[in-house]
């Protein structure tokens, strides 16, 4: 089950593209960082200014870093007090996560503006009755350490999850070693997140989360080149849920209210150089009743407000109101459409509207065809609404600043063989976005640039004996700049990822991916050369309760840049142990 449509349905009768990572997954995968699991997912690309604590963004089909929607237990975690309201995932550690969605193409009729390009879910599991939990510590290059420990427990009308880790390295120059920058940059991270759970009765369930990280980084200034920099991130968010089900269960209700906020500070030779603060609070409505037989009317409606502190006093309100109604009754068939009415107290009204279908084939063919299109958009940014470019000869923001917007569709077919033992997918993708808001000499931030995002995933799943499985996907983009030509910065066209996992024996699991990233375009005209990384991983059950892991990060000591001039690491080895009770 996902909750694409904001409410828990089969994968298979989704008619838009997501990519599931769970539990299993992220652990047997050995990631320390959510954002090197997002690489192994098609059509993603992601890009660090530094190997350890940089600036990460994740781009979904070459839309962009800051057309992209994190949300952590339904909490939107985009930072409002960045030029683009983005979200850094350089400091999301996957312990304590038990699955991740990510929806690829425009989810704006569902979840509003940074929807435009897709959606990162992060999911966290809720407490069991009784008690139990676990731990893992790991070391290993570059003098890092990491640890956490998770408890849940609880009675069926109450229970609780909590998960914490930790995380330290002297870590690499983030100004790349080939150009001479030799001093390391370290990395410190503290995270936190939790969640208690009530039923107190057979239909009602609240739910109270919360997620802390306070992270210290260091990095080097423009050039880049080697400095004395460091960075202090701090982030808080907290939400209440409450589910209410009427009618037989027919009536599904949710309200959500959540408050977030991130602070930043930057030093520079141990002098305060930057300072940012940014705060979210919402409301959340959503109502999803199944009608009749086969139909379902979904919709709610949502209030946001925006505030970056060091920016502008004022506070920036979006209101919005939305539909959906699905079809079910033929089976094998769903169809979905809706519409979205967003209102904001800067440049007004924004309607957008979605039409889904997914069909599995009669006759137990294992095929299912999908298709949709729809549309959607960006708001612009706190930053972008009020910076006011004084060396540009201005003295007030750009009024006439309006949202991106975006129209796009897909086609794609699923394909499964050998009692589902082999599943592939072929998708195809068009998408165009209009109004993009870049910065210029004339206006500051102005809608001046549109783009063409097309492209093909496809997906090869297999079982090949009872003990080895391989996964590979590959993705062609082709982004390029309609006003211009040119190709889309930090957009490759062709990216893979295949990875072989081999139960060796019940005890024993050996793992080995691989990751090739092509050529792409940067800033400044630069070109990146294209790069494989090779990893492997390997984990030993010592009894039930005791896993010893170890991994080896680019075993072939590929040199890379991400983004031009930022180095990462070589040849890198992590052990460790994990524990349950």
Known sequence: M?????????????????????????????????????QTVPGVTTNQNGAFGGQASVSIRGAGGDRTLVLFDGIELNDVSTPGASFNFANLDPHGVARIEVLRGPQSILYGSAAIGGVINILTPSGEEGFGGGAFVEGGSFATVRGGATVFGGTEKLSFNLSSSAARTDGISAADFIDGNTERDGYENVSVNGKLTARPTDTTRAELFFRYTDTRSEFDRFGPVDADSVSFVEQLAFAGRLHADLFDGRFRNTVTVSQSQTDRKNLSDGVQSFEAQGERFAVDYLGVFEVAEGWTVSGGAEH???????????????????????FTQVQGLTLTAGVRLDDHEAYGSVTTARVTGSYVLPGGMGTRLKANWGEGFRAPSVFQLTYICTFCGLTAPNQNLRPENSNAWEVGIEQFLFDDRVRMELTYFDQS????????????????????????????????????NLTANYTYTRARDLGTGARLIRTPSHMAFARLQWQVTEKLLLGLKVLYNGKEADRGGAILDDWIRVDLTGSYALTEQLTLYARVDNLFDEQYQQIVGYGTPGISAYGGLRAAF
């Open 304 to 326: 946001e407000r925006t505030h970056s502190k060091t920016t502008d006093p004022r506070k920036f309100t979006i209101n919005s109101v939305f539909g959906e109604l699905g």
């Open 433 to 468: 976005i209009n109004d993009m808001i870049i910065f210029t000499f004339t206006a500051g931030y102005d809608n001046v640039d549109r783009a063409k995002l097309q492209g093909v995933e496809v997906t090869f799943e297999a079982d090949l004996t009872r003990r080895l």
């Open 2 to 38: 996902i909750s694409a449509s904001r409410y828990e349905q089969p994968i298979s009768s989704v008619g838009t593209s997501i990519s599931v990572l769970n539990q299993e997954d992220l652990v047997n995968g050995q990631f320390t960082y959510v954002l090197d699991a997002l």
